[in-house]
């Protein structure tokens, strides 16, 4: 699985756009992105996934480059819930398990 | 949505004594689940991958005798820590991979923190 580059830590305040970018510089065309977060202390919670279309659900958008060398994940009003470690994953899609990086710590602050 | 729930959820032990973890997917079959390790201020090391009905496979390094991983059903996987000792205090996690889905979404249970005295 392509190896993934994400900044240690972020802040965002509340109410505003958090934007966690994610570089992938290594990816192939069959891998996918995935994000996931970890609130302290939890299991990670699944966010968004997608191959080279832009994806939006009820939790976030994922922005993709063209060249798919890197992304973005959006959080558009990012609450104090939203506090968390941030994971950017790239795996081909039959690839059976997941793997973890360090992530980004985002806190969302007042 | 799909719910993995661990059992327990905190765990204290002795040193020397063993602990079983139960990693159970409440709403879905999983014909895979996996076991990560999680120590403070550290992400998520992979540390087996368990099939429905056959051995888990370890990572290196990680040694299967002393975490033994029993996915006997399409519901339940267990970890077993046996012979614990303090280094293996950690917060243990298992995530589970429906029969019919993506392979990526994978959904996590709340994970298990074992403290070994």
């Known amino acids: 699985d392509a190896k993934t580059t994400q900044p240690p830590s972020m802040d965002c305040a509340e109410g505003r756009a958090a934007n966690l970018p994610c570089n992938h510089s290594t990816i192939s065309g069959n891998e996918y992105v995935y994000w996931y977060r970890q609130i302290h202390s939890q299991g990670p919670q699944y966010i968004i996934h997608?191959?080279?279309n832009n994806e939006t659900n009820e939790m976030a958008s994922l922005i993709i480059t063209e060249d798919r060398k890197s992304s973005t994940l959006i959080l558009p009003h990012a609450t104090l819930r939203d506090t968390a470690v941030y994971y950017c994953?790239?795996?081909?899609?039959?690839?059976?398990?997941?793997?973890f990086g360090a992530g980004t710590r985002l806190t969302v602050k007042p | 949505g799909a719910v993995v729930s661990q059992h327990p959820s905190r765990v204290i032990c002795k040193s020397g004594t063993s602990v079983k973890i139960e990693c159970r997917s409440l709403?879905?079959?999983?014909?895979?689940m996996f076991w990560y390790r999680q120590f403070p201020k550290q992400s998520l090391m992979l540390m087996a991958t368990?099939?429905?009905?056959?051995?888990?496979?370890?990572e290196q390094g990680v040694e299967k005798d002393k975490f033994l991983i029993n996915h006997a059903s399409l519901t339940l996987s267990t970890l077993t820590v046996t012979s614990a000792h303090p280094e293996d205090s950690s917060f243990y996690i298992c995530?589970?991979?429906?029969?019919?889905?993506?392979?990526?979404?994978?959904?996590f249970g709340e994970g298990s923190r074992l403290t070994v005295l």
């Open positions: 994953i790239v795996r081909a899609y039959n690839n059976n398990d997941m793997r």
């Open positions: 368990s099939n429905e009905g056959s051995k888990a496979t370890y």
């Open positions: 709403d879905f079959q999983a014909t895979t």
């Open positions: 995530s589970a991979r429906r029969a019919s889905g993506s392979p990526g979404e994978l959904f």
């Open positions: 997608g191959l080279k």
